[in-house]
């Protein structure tokens, strides 16, 4: 199986900070690679996709970059809505995976 | 709207099964693949498996933590997701989602999922 790694596992941020978020493939995805927010009790809502990609509806202040193996989502200034659990997800293999998460919280 | 919603989550115990249901609507439920993805309390996401559409013999893949205990199966005509889960494990607890999907795309639609808890 494919292993995602994100990084870091907990990020700490104020409201207007710009933040960004790493995803590592452990070969190579052919940018088949999303981003997928998560708040408590919720499912999670799809961001990004094609690593670049923006999800209708979603704000332009998320974006993603990456190419090969390394990924990464950037939120340009947080809002108090952004604070929230973020995976990564590969989807070019039969078999998907997850990134472990990063729990995005208030300074 | 398109709407995914799961049923048939509850306490079992260890060795014992269930099945889980998610019911589809808003969407041309035959023309999408279909995963389910589990998360255990307090724990990060992970996939269990899909189903693909008639087209492709609504061929299934599964993680390799339920291969063999976990089966996947739909019915176009109810509009409906199954999870026919075997030899139940206590590492099996989670919330159980559908969530809807294309040949190599990623989740763009979820259930709100369905706790399934394994304990004696």
């Known amino acids: 199986d494919i292993q995602m790694t994100q990084s870091p596992s907990t990020l700490s941020a104020s409201v207007g900070d710009r933040v960004t978020i790493t995803c590592r493939a452990s070969?190579?995805?052919?940018?088949?690679l999303a981003w997928y927010q998560q708040k408590p009790g919720k499912a999670p809502n799809l961001l990004i996709y094609?690593?670049?990609s923006l999800e209708s509806g979603v704000p332009s202040r998320f974006s993603g970059s990456g190419s090969g193996t390394e990924f990464t989502l950037t939120i340009s200034s947080l809002q108090p809505d952004d604070f929230a659990t973020y995976y990564c997800?590969?989807?070019?293999?039969?078999?998907?995976?997850f990134g472990q998460g990063t729990r995005l919280e208030i300074k | 709207e398109v709407q995914l919603v799961e049923s048939g989550g509850g306490l079992v115990q260890p060795g014992g099964s269930l099945r889980l249901s998610c019911g589809a609507s808003?969407?041309?439920?035959?023309?999408?693949?279909m995963d389910w993805v589990r998360q255990a309390p307090g724990k990060g996401l992970e996939w269990v498996g899909r189903?693909?559409?008639?087209?492709?013999?609504?061929?299934?893949e599964y993680a390799a933590s339920v291969k063999g205990r976990f089966t996947i199966s739909r019915d176009d005509s109810k509009n409906s997701l199954y999870l026919q889960m075997n030899s139940l494990e206590t590492e099996d607890t989670a919330v159980y989602y559908c969530?809807?999907?294309?040949?190599?795309?990623?989740?763009?639609?979820w259930g709100q999922g369905t706790l399934v808890t394994v304990s004696s």
């Open positions: 969530a809807r999907t294309r040949s190599y795309s990623p989740n763009d639609y």
């Open positions: 808003g969407f041309t439920f035959s023309d999408h693949y």
């Open positions: 189903i693909r559409i008639k087209a492709n013999g609504y061929t299934t």
């Open positions: 070969q190579s995805i052919n940018g088949r």
């Open positions: 094609k690593a670049s």
């Open positions: 997800q590969q989807y070019n293999s039969y078999s998907i995976t």
